[in-house]
């Protein structure tokens, strides 16, 4: 090992107070990582609440247009079978 391997990179609380340091540096940054870590916990769950809604919306919205979809093709079952056809006439001919 060499003059600047044979220092840890990674010093402990100890090796800190040895330096001159102090045990007070050590304890800013712990806060410092506390304070960024309730700050991004609060930010996690503002995201999580517009989200949330921003889901019922989408879900309810799906639930509306199925519905009126399956009332279409109830009322017309060719015109739902030409359509169904077509798309996938399409579809297979963009796709070769």
């Not at 220092?7 to 990582?33: C, H, I, K, M, Y």
Request: charged letters at 20%; hydrophobic letters at 40%.
């Amino acid at each position: 090992m060499n003059a600047e391997t044979a220092t840890t990179p990674f010093p402990t609380s100890a090796e800190q107070g040895q330096s001159g340091t102090g045990a007070n540096g050590l304890n800013g940054d712990v806060n410092r990582v506390r304070k960024v870590a309730q700050t991004l916990h609060e930010a996690v769950d503002t995201l999580e609440q517009k989200i949330g809604k921003s889901s019922d919306k989408v879900m309810s919205l799906q639930q509306e247009y199925g519905d009126m979809a399956r009332e279409q093709v109830r009322a017309n079952p060719l015109a739902a079978l030409g359509v169904a056809f077509a798309a996938g006439y399409v579809i297979a001919k963009i796709l070769r």
